[in-house]
């Protein structure tokens, strides 16, 4: 364990890392946190309204969140406040930021949102049917998940691609080749850029993809399973743990699980188990900081972990 840092009150996403290291986190009772790299408080910044998904960060550093009141709001890395966009209903998903600064979102109205690194708008798209995974960023694209079965390809405003999945989307990652894994039901469906399906695979209630996209690993009844990137499976590995939501896999391929008793399970490329305990509550997604070889757990109890992975300890 590298630190700890305790939110205050429940934590219902993923926290963000910054480039240099920081690290940032939303709250429920509408506070989002500022860490250090080496875990210092640098500053609590109130936005009102509960966060329901994880902030975004941009390569400038500057931190994105949204609330419940359908507000956005754009901090410093100091947390004095950027600016502040309407978002005319309640984000109802995380804040992903591309690399033009650009925030994307979901509202509970129906739309896709992209907002402008200065804090305009640069699109608004209607969205047919609740989001229930995503926004992840694909290439240049925005990709989604509805609970009705349908994964959406956009770019800007103009829907570019829909795949009828079989059942409401639960999870869906993007990997660095361009290819969007999506668990619908407890089918994974590996989806191109051009929204083409290219293979899918079962059952699955979890997925991560690895850094080099050379490979994807879902889990099922308390089994790791694995695929190649073409959908060839590979031996599956028991551990005794039911997943609470995505995987994190670093670059040395060890797998983090994030189970619902808190305790962060990392399995080892060579099926070594380990575990830490995070907090009292079910575990969100781990977020891996590769550029600094860390993985970041948080608790929906509000209790924030920060380890090293696997590939830096080896």
């Not at 907002?115 to 926004?135: E, F, I, N, Q």
């Not at 570019?160 to 407890?186: C, F, K, N």
Request: net charge neutral.
């Amino acid at each position: 364990m590298l630190w700890r840092f305790g939110a205050g009150s429940p934590v219902a996403a993923a926290a963000a890392v910054a480039p240099d290291g920081s690290v940032y986190v939303a709250t429920s009772e509408g506070k989002v946190h500022g860490l250090g790299a080496d875990g210092r408080h640098r500053f609590t910044y109130n936005i009102v309204g509960a966060g329901l998904g994880a902030p975004g960060v941009g390569a400038d550093g500057i931190v994105k969140a949204g609330n419940v009141l359908g507000m956005l709001y754009a901090l410093r890395p100091t947390g004095r406040s950027f600016w502040a966009y309407s978002t005319r209903s309640a984000v109802t998903t995380d804040v992903v930021v591309g690399p033009r600064g650009y925030a994307h979102l979901a509202t509970m109205d129906g739309r896709l949102l992209g907002v402008t690194g200065h804090g305009g708008t640069a699109y608004r798209a209607k969205v047919p049917d609740p989001v229930s995974a995503g926004p992840v960023l694909v290439d240049d694209a925005v990709v989604l998940g509805t609970d009705r079965g349908g994964l959406l390809g956009f770019r800007g405003a103009k829907r570019e691609w829909r795949v009828a999945l079989d059942a409401p989307i639960t999870e869906l990652v993007a990997a660095s080749d361009g290819t969007a894994y999506a668990i619908g039901g407890e089918t994974l469906f590996a989806v191109d850029r051009g929204g083409q399906i290219r293979w899918r695979a079962g059952p699955v209630e979890s997925v991560g993809v690895a850094p080099a996209a050379q490979a994807v690993a879902g889990t099922w009844q308390a089994a790791l399973k694995w695929w190649a990137a073409d959908g060839v499976p590979r031996p599956t590995i028991p551990i005794g743990v039911t997943a609470a939501d995505a995987l994190g896999i670093d670059a040395g391929g060890c797998v983090y699980v994030p189970t619902v008793t808190g305790d962060l399970v990392v399995v080892e490329p060579g099926g070594q188990l380990s575990s830490v305990h995070v907090g009292n509550g079910p575990l969100n997604r781990p977020t891996m900081d590769r550029e600094h070889s860390r993985v970041v757990a948080v608790s929906g109890d509000g209790q924030l972990l920060v380890i090293e992975d696997c590939h830096d300890r080896g």
